[in-house]
């Protein structure tokens, strides 16, 4: 029987990194002599199995970004699973720890990227909008401005770039994670990589900045991070790539959720039909690849402040999470009976009114529609959400959200 416990560098260290190099999230030896920082510097639970740890979930501090209110949350950035441990349920029960330890301590929502979706569904997390993956040629922006001669950035620079991607621009749905030695370990594991930025604060701050890959003479290049406090900012950000036309054959980044990089690409179809079926196509992806769930209810209702009509429910909330917790947990999730209200001033209490329509609903698809994900009504079609129609289309009223995303910042 595997034994849940927290990580310790003295027993673990070796095992988990053995552990990465099976699923090749190291490579190399440079790599290897970063991962004790990150064990230690997130929060890391593991499996153990006859004596070894087999598999590992890591979670850190962060805030989100939930209209104009910033939530606590946990990001859970690892979670993995040794050759000989696999299909023993261990990833899902380790992960249910690290989110209920979490959640115990005060933590208001979690996210994270996902490598599938349905694998975190078990834990309750609801999958997060479409976010656009943009392949374009960068001589094919139609941006006409000036750009000034870049700051050359390293990985030394890590406590400068990671303080612009806290005071970057944040809009619905956007994350800041810490502590800044994450992002310390992730600049020093990426191999063939460049950042190019502007420090225009007033006392030398890095402003604004692209991280991105660099294999090939040609590209592809992929942006891995982009930080900017305004549009100004990322216009000159995309005139500094456009610059770099001549030489990089095609850029790929995340589209900004407040942003349609469609806009300001020269004749993106015929570009896309020219590319096809090539190295360098040029095309826009979606896929929802970020999940989130709320882990305090009260706190997450108290901090939602809504323009629309206000509306009053009785909310029966299914939480899959406590299959995979112990009794004695000090979370277990949020099963439960609430009187919800969304409109300008929000709350849920523990409670039913029998004098309110019910809505059913898993807190994935529940977190999901306040998020605006998606509209209730649709939700009710493809996730786990039930009410009558009444309901559903007074919720349509009350939650019209601008679309969330992550906001430059995918970990």
């Known amino acids: 029987m595997a034994i849940i416990r927290p990580y310790d560098a003295e027993r673990d260290q070796d095992a988990i990194i053995r552990v990465w190099r099976e699923v090749h999230w190291i490579t190399s030896d440079e790599q290897a002599k970063w991962a004790p920082q990150f064990m230690e510097k997130a929060r890391t639970d593991v499996a153990e199995v006859n004596g070894e740890a087999e598999c590992q979930a890591s979670s850190t501090d962060g805030t989100f970004r939930y209209l104009e209110e910033d939530l606590t949350m946990s990001a859970i950035v690892g979670v993995t699973t040794s050759r000989i441990a696999r299909k023993q349920r261990l990833a899902q029960q380790v992960t249910a720890h690290r989110i209920a330890q979490d959640a115990a301590n005060g933590v208001e929502i979690c996210t994270l990227t996902m490598f599938e979706q349905g694998f975190y569904d ?27 001669v870049p700051r050359r950035l390293k990985a030394d620079d890590w406590e400068m770039i990671h303080a612009a991607m806290i005071n970057r621009r944040l809009t619905h749905g ?11 370990v992730e600049l020093n ?4 990589s460049y950042l190019l930025g502007y420090c225009d604060g007033p006392n030398g701050e890095l402003t604004h900045f692209f991280w991105a890959s660099d294999h090939e003479e040609h590209g592809p290049s992929y942006i891995y991070m982009m930080a900017y406090q305004d549009h100004d900012q990322f216009m000159e950000l995309l005139a500094l790539m456009r610059s770099l036309g001549d030489q990089i054959r095609l850029f790929q980044m995340v589209e900004p959720p407040d942003v349609q990089l469609q806009d300001l690409i020269k004749q993106p179809f015929r570009a896309r039909m020219v590319s096809e079926k090539g190295s360098f196509n040029t095309l826009i992806r979606g896929d929802g690849y970020w999940q989130a769930r709320i882990c305090n209810l009260e706190a997450c209702m108290a901090k939602t402040r809504l323009d629309g009509p206000t509306a009053r429910f009785n909310l029966v909330l299914k939480d899959p999470i406590e299959k995979y917790l112990d009794a004695d947990a000090p979370w277990r999730g949020l099963s439960g009976e ?4 969304l409109g300008p001033e929000s709350s849920a209490e523990t409670g039913a009114d029998s004098a309110l329509p019910t809505l059913t609903a898993s807190v994935g698809a529940f977190t999901r529609m306040w998020l605006g994900v998606r509209p209730a009504t649709g939700l009710a079609v493809t996730d786990d959400l039930d009410g009558s129609p009444e309901l559903l289309s007074a919720l349509d009223r009350t939650l019209r959200l601008p679309v969330p995303g992550l906001c430059g910042w995918e970990y």
């Open 174 to 184: 956007g994350c800041r994670l810490f502590p800044a030695e994450l992002l310390q």
């Open 189 to 192: 594991h990426a191999e063939k």
């Open 338 to 341: 609430y009187v919800i209200t």
């Open 122 to 148: 078990l834990m309750g997390f609801g999958t997060g909008p479409y976010g656009h993956r943009v392949r374009f040629d960068p001589a094919d922006l139609t941006i006409d401005r000036p750009f000034r």
